[in-house]
């Protein structure tokens, strides 16, 4: 009797013990068909299996195994093709086995490259992935159905997966996230943080701001002194210009091996790395160092204060044009994006009013007003022709904040919609191409909580989660459906004017970059924001078990 009733108090530990996964992750996948009425049981020792010639497959492979024990404390062995392993890496999809005669010589999206699949059966676990990339969406999907386990059950645990069939693929080709490096300096280690929550979220796009009137923070190491002294402000304004300093020097850059390394960290997550170097305004950093590139020839201290400086580029200056050309030359010897960002925002013209030497430019150039373009804005178009120009030659695609169109846009330009969607829909009729992040959905500089006095100081403005959740980037009731393809995807971004500690980059960033990530990668008919709240605990607490701050409270 004593016997019968160790074996059953043994088998009810076991089961006390096994924690199901659970499939509705964020991003929700496309398709999830599950029987929960039989599971496999995961426990340490098991392995996982993968092609041992291929390091990028391994490479994920070993991502995988480390947000296994991160989470659940089960150690897994990586057991390289073995076909009878607990967890199977696989490259191609089953789907595109029994199709691929129908398929012969139809190239493939990019959405459609990174579509992957997952099976749970009685064998065990299999992952697919059209391409490399698809294997590493399909492990952190595995990895966020994942239960967090306490720490002092993780040795003992036992993770039952429910039998499933999950095919997914996003809905954008592009899905991006910005983080101003500018105004605040952030070190290496947390710019990686950010690409890891990035990654976790299925985001495929970080954009790098670089430079601003408070700062310059990219060498360029034909010009050393620029990032040495451009980087250095002599004190900061305390709040919102208050008229208060805090009487320390404030500093630092990104040297060109600390962007290559971030790069490649990048890489190895599926993101591409899209630097700003903000042209012609915002540019106060280097004329602190250059001041005969300004159209009053300076004195120009980096600035102290919050806003955008008056000065900026002069445009009839021939030495401008030289020192752009060396600047997007290292960007491009340094990062291998084929999309390089211009900036282009916020450009008084005030000065180029008044200067001689961009009069006789705009004159050489045969510039009139044309009661649609101002002479000074089509100055700056002739600009961004410029730098073009210059990125074509090295196989690149010029971005640049909607301001980029009221000179007239050039041809190839990309627009970053800012201002609301009217610059992104007006440039999609053009068939320009597009990435939507308009303020009132993607700032994530903004409050996210109506009650602004238990929160860390923000620019202003309220995006709650719920806003940030309803974006729509197609405006489908203003495109036709040949319109809407211009449009490439979302992103947010996060200004850092009042951002200066890791703490309060992650307190922006979460939940909002878990709403966006559905806007990014969901159908619209998928979207429902309540499903969505239910699916967000479990988010928060992976976020507790990584480390990472964020905001608590979602409205």
Excluded at 212 to 240: H, I, M
Aim: with cysteine; charged share 25%; proline share 5%.
């Amino acid at each position: 009797m004593k016997k019968i009733l160790f074996v059953i108090a043994m088998l009810c530990a076991s089961a006390a013990q096994a924690q199901k996964a659970d499939y509705r992750i964020i991003p929700l996948p496309k398709t999830v068909q599950m029987d929960s009425t039989r599971v496999f049981n995961l426990t340490s020792g098991m392995g996982i299996a993968y092609d041992a010639s291929d390091p990028e497959m391994a490479r994920n492979a070993q991502f995988l195994r480390q947000w296994v024990e991160e989470l659940t404390g089960i150690s897994l062995k990586m057991t390289p093709d073995d076909k009878n392993a607990a967890i199977r890496l696989c490259l191609g999809l089953p789907t595109d086995k029994k199709a691929k005669k129908a398929k012969k010589g139809v190239s493939l999206t990019e959405q459609q490259q990174e579509a992957y699949a997952i099976t749970v059966n009685d064998k065990g676990i299999a992952l697919y992935g059209r391409k490399q990339v698809g294997l590493f969406r399909a492990a952190q999907t595995l990895r966020k159905a994942l239960p967090v386990v306490a720490v002092e059950k993780a040795k003992a645990a036992e993770i039952a997966f429910p039998f499933v069939t999950i095919q997914d693929e996003p809905r954008f080709s592009y899905r991006g996230a910005h983080f101003d490096t500018a105004r605040h300096f952030f070190t290496v280690d947390v710019i990686k943080k950010y690409l890891d929550l990035l990654a976790l979220h299925g985001c495929n796009q970080f954009h790098w701001h670089f430079t601003e009137d408070q700062g310059w923070r990219f060498e360029v190491k034909a010009l050393p002194e620029l990032a040495k002294k451009g980087s250095v402000r002599e004190q900061t304004v305390v709040g919102r210009n208050s008229g208060v300093y805090d009487g320390q020097r404030y500093g630092g850059y990104y040297t060109q091996e600390q962007c290559r390394e971030i790069v490649n960290y990048a890489a190895e997550r599926y993101i591409n790395v899209i630097p700003e170097i903000d042209l012609p305004g915002h540019m106060q950093g280097a004329l602190h160092v250059y001041p005969n590139l300004g159209c009053t020839g300076g004195p120009y201290p980096v600035w102290q204060i919050w806003g955008v400086s008056r000065d900026v580029l002069c445009a009839g200056n021939p030495e401008t044009m030289t020192f752009l050309k060396t600047v997007m030359g290292e960007l491009c010897d340094v990062f291998p994006s084929k999309f390089i960002h211009i900036g282009g925002d916020e450009c008084p013209k005030a000065r180029w009013k008044e200067c001689p030497k961009c009069q006789a430019k705009a004159k050489e150039l045969g510039l009139v007003d044309d009661g649609k373009h101002s002479i000074e804005n089509q100055l700056q178009t002739w600009i961004n022709h410029q730098m073009e120009a210059f990125l074509k030659e090295r196989g690149r695609d010029m971005i640049g904040w909607d301001e980029v169109l009221e000179g007239g846009l050039t041809e190839g330009g990309i627009v970053m919609s800012w201002r609301g969607i009217k610059g992104g829909i007006e440039a999609a009729r053009q068939h320009h191409r597009v990435i939507m992040t308009p303020t009132d959905y993607c700032y994530i500089d903004y409050y996210q909580l109506k009650e602004q006095w238990g929160q860390p100081l923000a620019i202003g403005g309220y995006l709650p989660v719920s806003k940030v959740y309803s974006f729509e980037p197609l405006v489908p009731d203003q495109l036709s459906d040949e319109e809407q393809k211009y449009i490439l995807g979302p992103q947010v971004n996060l200004w850092t004017e009042y951002v200066a500690y890791p703490q309060h980059v992650f307190y922006m960033l979460l939940p909002r970059l878990d709403a966006i990530s559905e806007v990014q990668w969901c159908r619209s008919d998928q979207k429902d924001f309540d499903d969505f709240k239910a699916r967000l605990p479990h988010m928060k607490q992976i976020y507790d078990r990584i480390g990472v701050n964020y905001c608590n409270g979602v409205e």
